[in-house]
């Protein structure tokens, strides 16, 4: 029996980037967007145009960058939205505008103050209005799981007939359960008259924690477009998880005789760089594309996958992209096995990109006896997703104990020449934390922070995370990695600061 073919629809870049701190610059954008499209995404969904002048632009500049992806730019029902949408993602390959309403009662009565009929008579207008403009035109009805069925079944209806190419039945509040949403997709599929001329696609919300289950109870009852996140970002709880989504089809072939175009290998670099440019840790217990998701230590699972590997791997690590922590590479290596250690990871680095790794890897070598893997990413992550330097670390001193206050003195770089500060604190990263905020002139609260190692030793590189908040709310992510963990934590923190100031001038732009 020939399987269905599944669409992926991605929206890392504009759901997932709605998750509280997750917000992407630019350039973070189009880096996530190539690796979407290295993953063979069927379609990104890069922003909200209208939202901002900064979201315009990025999904303007995403239209403009990928060929083998459709691009999508979400748009309410009214006319301003739409316009702005289509001139975002007008250059694009394959551009669609992405409209929605609300058509649940609660919403319609409290959000919209309308009415069923006003709201199927925008949708119809604005579907129509959008269709003038582009051919591919998707239609949502938010927060559909709390709305009336039949109702649903009139205004999809209505909405193809006015040109809807995609109708999606998003689980907004992440209310629904599988049962429930099967019966919902079935009950659509049977009872709007014209929906063999348009795809039904979901996009469900991980409030009660089911949206995966949803998503694939989904696909069970016809659904062919699968919308989704990477690491499961998105707003409160987050969206459904493209990495269990698509990994639970590729194994389950015996429940879900369908395909995706997804290129696996690449959901783990995918997961990484996610994790890195939103400053949203992964847990490591977290499915497919954790730290323990092929980590076995109970000696009973040992002596198994000894044996042999299905007794308790269902799928390989190698399948989703995870590269085994071997020894690969050392201070001695030469430029041709790094670079080729490299492509063997699947990076393709231009020549300047390269060069720069490739130093930051010989004076890791230096500190470090042996390089894995994991040090290698993180060097090529760090290195070119690296913001614009406002302010660069020149050195620090610690003076530290049990039995005394701790002191850093912290000299920084920025256009100006160099400039140091002195600060005391409960602890030597607080004390640096406090030189920074008199050296940039401004205070800011530590929302969170995090350490880990990314391999294995004494020697070992840590990530440290921060999250900062400016007095008026703003939030801002930074990361830095080092053998040291003082410097990763004072990079991490300068690579916050350096995007808020970044961020500052775009919008003064």
């Known amino acids: 029996m020939e399987r269905k073919h599944l669409m992926v629809f991605d929206t890392t870049l504009r759901d997932g980037e709605q998750s509280p701190g997750c917000s992407m610059n630019l350039r973070e954008k189009l880096e996530v967007a190539r690796q979407l499209e290295k993953l063979n995404v069927d379609v990104i969904e890069a922003g909200f145009a209208i939202a901002s002048p900064g979201d315009f632009e990025a999904v303007r500049a995403v239209a403009e960058t990928i060929r083998n992806a459709r691009v999508a730019s979400l748009a309410r029902a009214v006319p301003q939205d739409i316009d702005r949408a289509y001139e975002a ?24 103050k309308s009415t069923r009929e006003q709201v199927l008579e925008r949708a119809v207008a604005m579907v129509k209005y959008a269709k003038s403009l582009l051919s591919d035109v998707q239609f949502s009805a938010e927060d559909a799981t709390r709305s009336q069925p039949e109702y649903l079944y009139e205004i999809f209806e209505a909405v193809i007939q006015a040109g809807a190419t995609v109708i999606n039945v998003p689980d907004t509040v992440g209310y629904t359960t599988p049962d429930e949403y099967y019966q919902l997709i079935d009950g659509i599929r049977r009872n709007v008259p014209s929906i063999d001329k348009a795809t039904i696609a979901v996009h469900c919300h991980n409030d009660l924690g089911m949206a995966v289950a949803n998503t694939l109870a989904a696909v069970k009852a016809g659904a062919t477009q699968l919308e989704c996140t990477i690491n499961g970002i998105g707003e409160r709880a987050g969206n459904a998880a493209m990495e269990e989504i698509v990994m639970a089809i590729n194994t389950r072939q015996d429940q879900f005789p369908a395909k995706t175009r997804i290129e696996t290998t690449q959901l783990y670099p995918a997961s990484r760089l996610v994790s890195q440019v939103t400053g949203m840790k ?159 002139g ?25 999250q900062i908040r400016k007095e008026d709310g703003r939030q801002y992510h930074g990361s830095g990695i080092s053998t040291d963990v003082i410097e990763a934590s004072i990079k991490a923190y300068l690579n916050a600061i350096n995007r808020m100031i970044s961020d500052v001038r775009e919008e003064g732009a």
Do not use: W
């Open 89 to 112: 993602v007008r250059a694009a390959e394959a551009p669609r505008i992405h409209t929605f309403i609300a058509t649940s009662d609660i919403h319609i009565e409290y959000k919209l």
């Open 282 to 440: 992964v847990q490591r217990n977290k499915a497919v594309v954790g730290e323990n998701a092929f980590a076995h230590e109970s000696g009973i699972h040992q002596h198994g996958v000894l044996a042999n590997k299905s007794t308790y791997e269902i799928m390989t690590p190698e399948s989703v992209g995870v590269a085994t922590n071997q020894l690969v590479l050392g201070k001695h290596s030469g430029r041709h096995a790094f670079e080729d250690r490299l492509k063997d990871l699947g990076y393709r680095l231009e020549k300047q990109s390269l060069d720069s790794v490739f130093e930051e890897f010989k004076v890791l070598a230096d500190k470090k006896k042996v390089i894995y893997d994991r040090d290698l990413e993180a060097l090529v992550q760090e290195k070119t997703m690296r913001m614009e330097e406002h302010y660069r670390l020149k050195q620090f001193v610690i003076n530290c104990g049990n039995q005394m206050t701790a002191t850093a003195t912290v000299r920084l770089i920025n256009g100006k020449g160099e400039m140091e500060e002195v600060s005391t604190g409960s602890g030597p990263i607080y004390a640096s934390f406090g030189a920074i905020d008199k050296l940039v």
């Open 442 to 466: 401004m205070t800011f609260d530590l929302e969170d922070y995090s350490l880990q190692a990314i391999t294995e030793g004494e020697d070992a590189q840590g990530e440290a995370l921060v």
